[in-house]
């Protein structure tokens, strides 16, 4: 089955990768964004479990970063400074004028990459590339990126993160999708059970940037050790929780042997859906959509409200390059950025 290709409005387009087993993926060139993932459940019936826009003109307004890449920096940056080859570098504080959230003002998820699709036996891919120059949103360095989603007949959905850099720069590279496995338009994830492979967090103050501690899930609310509804602690009395008003953390993943390994898994009991989150990178973050309030409409007229879906935010930790203790998001000049995401879609029984 070829790959599709529709206007998607403001010169963009909309790509459709089918497998052979139903599941369907829809990206477009701006931004990056992951628009739609339709994936069967228990009974067959098919739903889309991401939340999204139905055209490029949602995805300008830049609310929730829906399904968006992010970079060149993802997540957050203290005071928008970092210091790197004893020069100082002062970013855009573009979340409340407190913090570098995200890329900046303009970020990459607000470039019309160039898209490249191709198909192999077995699978679908469409590969997006783009230049970020020296100096773009104050980040040093020019950085060519190039992200490769491809879905294949295992229902696996693979990212592949990018980027060359001819100066030292920063490169923490996500995919902001939001995931409802009960559909995009059903309301919530709050009964939706997930279970993460980290046995630490990263604590944060109350803007959300990281002390530097490290502390131990155990015996706290930040406790996925095993699966557990997201809304069973997510009003639990802890000063985390009342910080991020939910969940809204960086937890630090449990690596193994091999460079791909296990991060989260989200399972919605009603359809029997189960996303299944591998990675090479060392932390996730897990949004659940504290902050969501209804500000658009999304897909088929959906509006969606707090908790209407969840992020999981493969990543370097936030702040990480004003943290020697954390793994390193910099990129050395010589250096290949690369790293992959995948989600693996299937049904409980």
């Known amino acids: 089955m070829a790959i599709t290709v529709k206007p998607f409005g403001e010169g963009a387009s909309l790509y459709q990768l089918k497998n052979s087993r139903g599941v369907t993926v829809e990206i477009s060139d701006l931004g990056g964004a992951l628009v739609r993932v339709w994936t069967p459940g228990r009974d067959g019936a098919l739903a889309d479990i991401v939340l999204g826009y139905r055209d490029a003109a949602g995805y300008r307004a830049r609310k929730g970063f829906f399904g ?62 783009t230049f970020s120059p020296d100096g773009e949103e104050g980040y040093p360095g020019g950085l060519d990126v190039r992200v490769t989603y491809t879905l294949n007949d295992e229902n696996e959905l693979k990212i592949h993160y990018e980027a060359d850099c001819d100066a030292d720069t920063l490169c923490n590279l996500t995919n902001h999708v939001y995931w409802n496995l009960a559909g995009h338009d059903s309301g919530g994830i709050l009964h939706q059970e997930l279970k993460l492979y980290a046995d630490e967090f990263t604590e944060a103050d109350a803007g959300s940037i990281p002390t530097g501690k490290i502390l131990p899930v155990a015996g706290t609310p930040m406790d996925f050790r095993d699966f557990c509804k997201v809304g069973d602690r997510i009003g639990d009395d802890y000063e985390q929780l009342r910080f991020g008003h939910g969940y809204d953390h960086n937890w630090v993943l449990r690596k193994g042997a091999e460079r791909l390994h296990p991060a989260a898994d989200l399972y919605d009991p009603e359809s029997g859906r189960l996303l299944s989150v591998w990675t090479t990178c060392p932390c996730v973050q897990f949004y659940a959509g504290n902050k969501l309030d209804g500000f658009q409409k999304g897909k088929d007229g959906c509006t969606y409200y707090a908790h209407a879906g969840l992020a999981l935010e493969t990543q370097f930790a936030p702040d990480a390059v004003n943290h020697p203790e954390f793994e390193s998001p910099i990129l050395y000049k010589g250096e290949h950025y690369d790293q992959i995401t995948v989600y693996r879609f299937s049904v409980k029984e």
Not at 84 to 97: S, T
Not at 117 to 127: A, F
């Open 68 to 129: 968006l890449l992010i970079g060149r920096c993802c997540n957050r940056i203290g005071k928008g400074q970092f210091t790197l080859n004893g020069k100082v570098y002062q970013l855009a504080c573009n979340e409340g004028g407190k913090n570098h959230l995200h890329g900046g003002i303009s970020g990459f998820d607000q470039k019309l990459w160039k898209a490249e699709p191709s198909e192999q036996p077995g699978m679908q891919s469409l590969t997006l590339t």
